[in-house]
């Protein structure tokens, strides 16, 4: 079985931009959590998706927001990109709400 | 939210045994997870504990105590391999069973 995917896997935008990244999870898999993950803060959790539905979201800025689709891929917006937002974005998708994650490979974004 | 504390370094030689502890504090405890990472590259899963006790999984162990709030992860016959950074991870039903993980332990192995 293929594992997570996420696209792409690197990015350098500047400040003011805005930013999609993308997530197949493992086939069968209907939740999508994503992480964001610096050096400072360690893996901090953004929102998780569940049957298109947002079931959680983390203590991020509403510039941040996410979708899931039917196929259960997942797609995560960043609108007016900060410095700050330099990070390695994971996605991790398990088979329930109660199952284990599995993360994708990750997208490592640079802001400038 | 939880309040989950795990060394930040270790140290050990290859062919040795390391144990990685991690405490936790939550509510409604649903299962602890552990997880490694190598320096840039995504989180793997490793092991995961709801009850007390100890799961083996060929050199890597891991323990849980609920009463305690207290875990730890134990790896065998270190290899140079198992240089990484192990995350834990606690569950929290009370918390819309999210996943909150630990800054994670930086394990360095030397030969």
């Known amino acids: 079985k293929a594992g997570v995917t996420q696209t792409p896997r690197y990015l350098i935008k500047t400040r003011g931009q805005q930013v999609t990244l993308s997530c197949s999870p493992i086939s069968g898999h209907r939740s999508v959590s994503w992480y964001q993950q610096t050096p400072g803060q360690g893996l901090q959790f953004l929102f998780e998706?569940?049957?298109?539905?947002?079931?959680n979201k983390g203590n991020f800025p509403g510039r941040f927001s996410g979708r899931q689709f039917s196929n259960s891929r997942s797609e995560m917006n960043v609108s007016t990109l900060e410095l700050g937002d330099s990070a390695l974005y994971l996605c991790?998708?398990?088979?329930?709400?109660?199952?284990?994650?599995?993360f994708g490979p990750g997208t490592r974004l640079l802001v400038l | 939210g939880q309040n989950i504390d795990q060394p930040t370094e270790m140290t050990a030689t290859e062919g040795a045994i390391v144990q990685i502890n991690c405490t936790y504090q939550?509510?409604?405890?649903?299962?602890l997870f552990w997880y490694q990472q190598h320096a840039g590259e995504a989180p793997t899963f490793l092991s995961y504990?709801?009850?007390?006790g100890l799961e083996e999984k060929g050199r890597f162990s891991s323990f849980l105590s609920r009463s305690k709030g207290y875990s730890y992860l134990l790896l065998k016959e270190l290899q140079m391999k198992d240089s990484a950074s192990y995350l834990c991870?606690?569950?929290?039903?009370?918390?819309?069973?999210?996943?909150?993980f630990g800054a994670g332990t930086t394990v360095t192995v030397r030969a």
């Open positions: 991870a606690v569950r929290d039903r009370t918390n819309d069973y999210k996943l909150s």
């Open positions: 998706y569940f049957s298109e539905t947002q079931r």
């Open positions: 991790a998708s398990s088979s329930g709400l109660e199952e284990t994650q599995y």
């Open positions: 504990n709801v009850l007390d």
């Open positions: 939550t509510s409604g405890f649903n299962g």
